[in-house]
């Protein structure tokens, strides 16, 4: 099945700061979007991007399709991003989101 | 409703026993699937739900497992003679942009 890996496994960051979390899939697919889990746990929908670039607010986010991998920008971090930061792919239209591992962001302030 | 309901919230059950845990959707949504996931992983894929379709099973770990849906609504999964390797964090969404309930914390003791 397809692999999904995500990186780094871990970031710690001061309040202010920037970011880019990578994402790499092993084949092509139909559906990627990225999800924030805060400390309690609750899981967000951040972005549906399988191919191309959005931002919303100071997240963006642009997926490479032909070449595999998608990447999520912090910009000014804030306390309040802490937590972790999952990519999930589906390789085709009608099946199950397969999770990476996920990136756990610290911010200090 | 306005969100993805989960019940229990916490769950706490003897090796051997059976458990039911309850996914209330999105009100129209006919999208519904279910994840678990254990302390300090990712998310893994156990069933999916389209409408009238047959389910997508590939998930499910074994046949200890098993889910339904009634009326294209609310999901029971159902896990058989509990043990302690079926401890962890599961989770819901409904609609193909995956609004994810706050989950159901099973302990097996």
């Known amino acids: 099945g397809i692999q999904v890996e995500q990186s780094p496994p871990d970031l710690i960051l001061q309040e202010g700061a920037n970011s880019t979390l990578r994402c790499n899939f092993s084949d092509s697919v139909n559906n990627l979007q990225w999800f924030h889990q805060n400390p309690w746990g609750q899981l967000i929908n951040l972005f549906y991007i399988p191919s191309g670039t959005k931002q919303n607010g100071r997240l963006s986010a642009t997926t490479v399709a032909t070449e595999r991998y998608s990447l999520l920008y912090i910009s000014s971090s804030q306390t309040t991003d802490s937590g972790v930061y999952f990519c999930?792919?589906?390789?085709?239209?009608?099946?199950?989101?397969?999770f990476g591992k996920g990136t756990t962001l610290s911010v200090s302030s | 409703g306005a969100g993805v309901s989960q019940s229990p919230s916490n769950k706490v059950t003897e090796k051997g026993k059976d458990v039911e845990l309850r996914c209330d959707p999105i009100?129209?949504?006919?999208?519904l699937y279910w994840y678990r996931q254990s302390l300090g992983q990712g998310l893994e894929f156990l069933i999916y739900?389209?409408?009238?379709?047959?389910?997508?099973k590939s998930g499910l770990p074994s046949d200890r497992f098993s889910a339904e849906r009634t009326g294209g609504s609310v999901s029971t999964l159902t896990i058989q003679r509990t043990q302690q390797e079926d401890s962890a964090v599961y989770l819901c969404a409904s609609s193909y942009g995956y609004t994810f309930g706050s989950g159901t914390r099973l302990t097996v003791v």
């Open positions: 009100s129209g949504h006919t999208a």
């Open positions: 999930a792919v589906a390789p085709q239209a009608g099946t199950a989101l397969i």
């Open positions: 739900f389209q409408g009238n379709s047959a389910p997508d």
